[in-house]
């Protein structure tokens, strides 16, 4: 049974907390405590869909799977970005699904798709409903209503090839059901974002997704070698070897579609073997920049890790990847994390091989405890966000990425947009979570005092960070997709011609454009 | 001053012989031998492009870049497959361009198509020539002419990051003249496709190809990070950062677009120190089957070496890996390469990591001469194939890629197809040159008794070989694009709906069809 995230916070209801105590007092040192609850009782609008819509609906896939209580409609409305949380408190609930539908199988999802182009319904797919970008708000002005298409009864592992090593997935499996699905067979896909818990199959797959593992295991683009999409035009099915010339991969425009060009309704991944020895340690840095010229020389040289991460000197201060000791870290510097996963073979000589490289580059390593911490913590960061709304402080996280020459411009730029726009005491926080041999990402970390209007205030502070990484060149997503919030920017990135493409292949699968109409392209 | 190659063979003019004393009586053994020259006198048809046209050319470009020489046309007249080959030999030279043109540079390059827009010309984008697809046979019925736009004169370095270990390069540059210039900086690229001394960086991206050592250095579009291009419509300039998630992947859109897309005008690639220390081995294995299982553990180990070959046993057998010595090697069983470059470090690591795996498994090292035959003959094979034309032997190569548990299947039913088709006498040659985490590649060699009418012979072949490639699931190439030969193929790979989106693509960046037409799409 799936856990539903609560409605208006991240995440698994039952681990909803407040504030920590050994948090309060900072927090109230540098932004002041005031009280934000969300408001207690929401209205959400009457589904305005036509009773013959719903009953043919009902027809398709059986009245029990066709849904309009407002708590699941509720549940279904947007993601998870601050913004959206913010509306949820305040009860805006304006961009509800008309219903939520939950097609069993490639040919429901299809049967749906075509009830929705001969009557014409925005269709949303669901997986887990944690985008950060507007992945979930569909524009609802000319269409009959908007369907929330949930995935949630599409969780089956499909094939495993043990020799091949690939396994075939449905694209409602959250994380942790398509771990324990694979890990039946000795298997593990490997791909942890800080969404694991709750995210699903199909999200990673149209969002282009990264995992904190992903210097290990890959980005999750990197991990497919198949997919089955269902568009308003009929079948996508691709994936005839692990690569080929047979023209453009075509893989690679339905990874990132976002749902704007089909509902993905399965995907062939590469798996590996369970590991069996999984080791995290801990390093520290005298700064940001000798941290990551050692993250650099490592990508370079072909060695990382499983896990390879790096937060900056505020991050590493605030010792966020610890919400139960924040502020509790006085060694200074940039805390590295290093994890290794694998055979104890394996294991033991990717270390043995890194060690000396960190070592040789002035890596100093840190206490034991660390490492570990750090993977006990690495799933909780939302919550605390949630903590801190309730006492008007504004957090949110963007990312970008871009190659190595250009990561001290960007860095810069973004934090310096942040702060004129926020203002001095804004906490900007950062760290590298994914690294190329070319480049790597940089996550930011925000923290505010929650203005009057703390969407506009967001809204302005955003824009002047993806205007200042647009700027430098770098891309506005590294791992978090276009959604409708990052939409602006899409032409400044692959210009207005790349967006054109998009839209002609919009354009053919989805000629009526009932597909999350308004999320990616217009 | 790049080598033209010669009209109707393959390579450097200097390079060609005639059939090796040492291969002579094998061949005449099985095949017999019969003298069949090529056409001493060819007639290059007339160039049928209005004089007001030319005139408009050399306007653009100067009068010395825009050449209608019988001579020049000629050359630019197809690619290199066996039919191309065996078209010119026999003096058809009916797909002549009207006009090659010679731009220098991004602007002249888009300037050119803006006035074949405007006059409706055909634009037959060339590299290297190289195509065995017939990538450069574009539809002339309904054009005003045919231009063939040569892009000799854009081989710039146009520029290096070492920090980020990312390079520019135009796309005229051949193989050997990039990595002259990347050697100038300390830097390499690694891309060694057999066709490495004549095609075209431009060339590589725009048909996925894939070297010698992909193992270690990686499939050509795993190195790209970057695109520039000139399309009917403007400019596509995509690479913001390593990887991201801002909508599909356009890079991989542009990769393997065959120029029927737009004209590539830039690739920023990845690039890798000059390796300072180099050693190949050769290995026996009892079966090909022993020595791909060799390949898979390696790859799904996480330990590839830079090179990675097997021969089958029929390979093996007539060691076309040495053209001055076929058939001499009577050691039998299957012969694998391998080959490991990068520091003295680097390759002692790697190769001390791989040397027990393969011993463990039952590979026998061969003898000491075996790798450093394999590297001074690796870009030979090509002219072996004109000698044998010239004795009546048809020589083709075709490739495709799976699964690994799709392998046995492929390769049974490829050569059956291929004997079925050809004859019993028909020798057909295999080895496995690309190897992924999930599955390889199998490249085929066929010979046989040229026939009568030797295209209708050779079309019936390719046509059984690729109809029992997309039976079994697997992909038509792996990695020599789709050109015209294999459209046929390309629906049953990626699907109506998938040729429908490439078509799609297609219309938005070129609306009037100039751009190689009746390449990879319609």
């Given at each position: 049974?799936?856990?539903?995230?609560?409605?208006?916070?991240?995440?698994?209801?039952?681990?909803?907390?407040?504030?920590?105590?050994?948090?309060?007092?900072?927090?109230?040192?540098?932004?002041?405590?005031?009280?934000?609850?969300?408001?207690?009782?929401?209205?959400?609008?009457?589904?305005?869909?036509?009773?013959?819509?719903?009953?043919?609906?009902?027809?398709?896939?059986?009245?029990?799977?066709?849904?309009?209580?407002?708590?699941?409609?509720?549940?279904?409305?947007?993601?998870?970005?601050?913004?959206?949380?913010?509306?949820?408190?305040?009860?805006?609930?304006?961009?509800?699904?008309?219903?939520?539908?939950?097609?069993?199988?490639?040919?429901?999802?299809?049967?749906?798709?075509?009830?929705?182009?001969?009557?014409?319904l925005a269709v949303v797919p669901f997986g887990g409903g944690t985008s950060v970008t507007g992945g979930l708000v569909a524009r609802r002005a000319g269409y009959a209503g908007v369907v929330s298409l949930d995935l949630v009864r599409m969780k089956r592992l499909l094939a495993v090839d043990h020799t091949s090593m690939?396994?075939?997935?449905?694209?409602?499996?959250?994380?942790?059901?398509?771990?324990?699905?694979?890990?039946?067979?000795?298997?593990?896909?490997?791909?942890?974002?800080?969404?694991?818990?709750?995210?699903?199959?199909?999200?990673?797959?149209?969002?282009?997704?990264?995992?904190?593992?992903?210097?290990?295991?890959?980005?999750?683009?990197?991990?497919v070698v198949g997919l089955?999409?269902?568009?308003?035009?009929?079948?996508?099915?691709?994936?005839?070897?692990?690569?080929?010339?047979?023209?453009?991969?075509?893989?690679?425009?339905?990874?990132?579609?976002?749902?704007?060009?089909?509902?993905?309704?399965?995907?062939?991944?590469?798996?590996?073997?369970?590991?069996?020895?999984?080791?995290?340690?801990?390093?520290?840095?005298?700064?940001?920049?000798?941290?990551?010229?050692?993250?650099?020389?490592?990508?370079?040289?072909?060695?990382?890790p499983t896990v390879l991460r790096l937060?900056?000197?505020?991050?590493?201060?605030?010792?966020?990847?610890?919400?139960?000791?924040?502020?509790?870290?006085?060694?200074?510097?940039?805390?590295m994390i290093t994890g290794y996963e694998g055979t104890p073979e394996a294991v033991a000589a990717r270390r043995d091989a890194v060690t000396p490289v960190l070592t040789g580059l002035g890596g100093l390593t840190a206490d034991a405890g660390v490492g570990p911490a750090w993977v006990e913590g690495r799933f909780r960061a939302p919550y605390l966000r949630d903590s801190l709304l309730d006492v008007g402080v504004l957090v949110e996280t963007l990312e970008t990425a871009t190659f190595w020459s250009n990561v001290p411009r960007l860095y810069a730029d973004v934090k310096a947009a942040l702060v004129a726009s926020l203002g001095t005491s804004t906490l900007v926080l950062c760290h590298v979570s994914h690294v190329y041999e070319t480049g790597c990402s940089l996550y930011f970390t925000v923290a505010a005092q929650e203005a009057d209007d703390p969407l506009a205030q967001w809204a302005a502070a955003k824009a002047a960070a993806s205007d200042a990484m647009v700027a430098t060149g770098a891309t506005i997503t590294h791992h978090h997709a276009v959604g409708t919030d990052h939409k602006p920017w899409l032409a400044a990135e692959i210009g207005a011609l790349g967006v054109s493409v998009l839209r002609a292949v919009k354009a053919d699968l989805d000629p009526t454009g009932i597909l999350n109409p308004g999320v990616l392209v217009d």
């Open positions: 049974m799936t856990v539903e995230m609560h409605p208006s916070r991240w995440g698994d209801p039952a681990q909803a907390a407040p504030l920590p105590d050994s948090a309060r007092g900072l927090v109230e040192l540098v932004f002041g405590l005031t009280d934000r609850p969300a408001v207690a009782e929401v209205v959400v609008p009457v589904s305005g869909l036509a009773p013959a819509l719903l009953a043919g609906l009902e027809d398709l896939l059986g009245a029990e799977h066709v849904l309009t209580d407002d708590a699941l409609r509720r549940l279904r409305t947007r993601g998870k970005s601050t913004p959206d949380l913010l509306r949820q408190r305040a009860g805006d609930l304006s961009d509800a699904p008309d219903v939520v539908v939950r097609p069993n199988g490639h040919d429901e999802v299809a049967a749906v798709l075509a009830f929705a182009v001969e009557h014409h690939t396994a075939t997935l449905e694209p409602g499996l959250r994380g942790p059901e398509a771990e324990a699905l694979l890990a039946a067979e000795g298997l593990t896909l490997g791909h942890y974002p800080q969404s694991f818990e709750h995210a699903s199959i199909g999200g990673f797959a149209a969002t282009r997704s990264s995992g904190q593992s992903s210097a290990g295991y890959g980005r999750f683009d990197a991990l089955r999409a269902a568009t308003p035009r009929g079948e996508l099915a691709l994936g005839s070897s692990p690569a080929n010339a047979a023209g453009p991969d075509l893989r690679q425009l339905l990874l990132g579609s976002e749902g704007a060009f089909g509902v993905i309704t399965a995907v062939t991944v590469r798996v590996r073997r369970l590991p069996t020895e999984k080791v995290y340690e801990g390093w520290r840095w005298p700064s940001f920049e000798a941290g990551r010229d050692a993250m650099r020389t490592l990508a370079q040289a072909g060695l990382l937060s900056d000197e505020a991050e590493t201060s605030i010792n966020l990847a610890r919400p139960d000791a924040i502020g509790d870290s006085s060694d200074g510097g940039c805390l």
